[in-house]
């Protein structure tokens, strides 16, 4: 038995947007309800495109979305790169989603929360937790919230076997995802004997699905890697001309300084300045360079945003 992996979209969505009971599961065991009456017991599928109410506002696209029996809704996305742009846009497609509940001379206390779930397959903060929460706060009080708005990024690279004090459920789910591939052999036992779990199993053999969906699975793969590719070439190009730059800087505040140690303080300094330059360099210049080279091959929109976390209108700026 050959399986495909969960992250990819074409599975991502069949599992999570194709089946109420698995979303449901997924969502209950992922999000931070703080007690069982907050857990979801049934979803209506969304339509996850957030078409604006007139042609000149913006248009986004998530992976899954759905609501449940009291309204609140629920965005489910899976962000295999990390951008500098991917929290901007999870806000505005949250906030387009939470204000569209509304028409106009509505009644405020009619708007119902929107939880807005990120699986990253990547890292992208110095912390060592993998689960991030976030919720618009007091700054000088956390206690008080203002609630509507709750954000929850898994950065998935960093979820490993010592986490598994955490929730059963949470531990199996993100198991699911980082475990199961296309080099698959045998689905641990603790997998198989939960029923949700290996019903999203048994959605990624490859039987389940046709030879043109397997041709785009494949793609997706490709473009994926050429992407790292060209995100790799670009850092270490970053890393070079940031070195240099700080080098240069770093030598010329230590001569005028005068001093040795001015001259060695000057030089460490720069080299930080430098690296950290150069690699938010590159690997921006990477993301627009491949996004232009997808937009060449006639790869559809969606595919590319999903792909590099740009705009519609930052990719259609590109030659």
């Avoid at 903060?125 to 898994?154: C, K, N, P, W």
Wanted: contains cysteine; aromatic residues 8%.
């Amino acid at each position: 038995m050959r399986y495909l992996n969960p992250k990819a979209d074409l599975t991502f969505k069949k599992v999570f947007g194709e089946h109420p009971d698995l979303v449901i599961s997924f969502l209950n065991a992922l999000l931070p309800f703080e007690t069982p009456e907050d857990e979801i017991t049934e979803v209506e599928y969304l339509n996850p495109e957030l078409v604006p109410r007139t042609p000149l506002h913006k248009d986004s696209i998530v992976d899954v979305r759905c609501k449940d029996h009291i309204g609140r809704q629920f965005i489910v996305e899976m962000q295999m790169m990390w951008t500098s742009a991917y929290k901007q846009r999870v806000l505005f497609n949250a906030s387009k989603a939470y204000v569209s509940q509304l028409d106009k001379g509505g009644d405020y206390q009619l708007l119902q929360p929107v939880y807005s779930l990120n699986l990253v397959n990547d890292t992208f903060s110095d912390s060592e937790t993998y689960y991030h929460d976030y919720r618009i706060v007091e700054v000088a009080d956390t206690q008080e919230v203002i609630e509507g708005l709750r954000f929850i990024f898994i950065e998935l690279p960093k979820f490993t076997p010592k986490n598994y004090g955490d929730k059963k459920m949470q531990v199996l789910w993100l198991r699911y995802l980082t475990e199961i591939n296309e080099k698959t052999v045998e689905v641990p036992e603790e997998l198989r004997e939960n029923p949700e779990i290996n019903k999203a199993v048994t959605q990624l053999e490859e039987s389940a699905f046709t030879e043109g969906q397997l041709l785009g699975y494949e793609k997706f793969w490709d473009i994926i890697s050429t992407e790292k590719m060209h995100i790799s070439s670009a850092i270490h190009d970053g890393i070079e001309k940031g070195l240099k730059q700080g080098l240069k800087q770093g030598l010329k505040q230590g001569l005028k300084q005068g001093l040795e140690q001015g001259l060695e303080q000057g030089l460490e300094q720069g080299r930080k300045e430098g690296l950290k330059e150069g690699l938010k360099e590159g690997r921006e210049e990477s993301i627009r360079k491949m996004a232009s080279a997808l937009k060449r091959r006639n790869v559809p929109m969606d595919i590319i945003m999903e792909t590099t976390g740009l705009t519609a209108e930052e990719i259609n700026s590109l030659p």
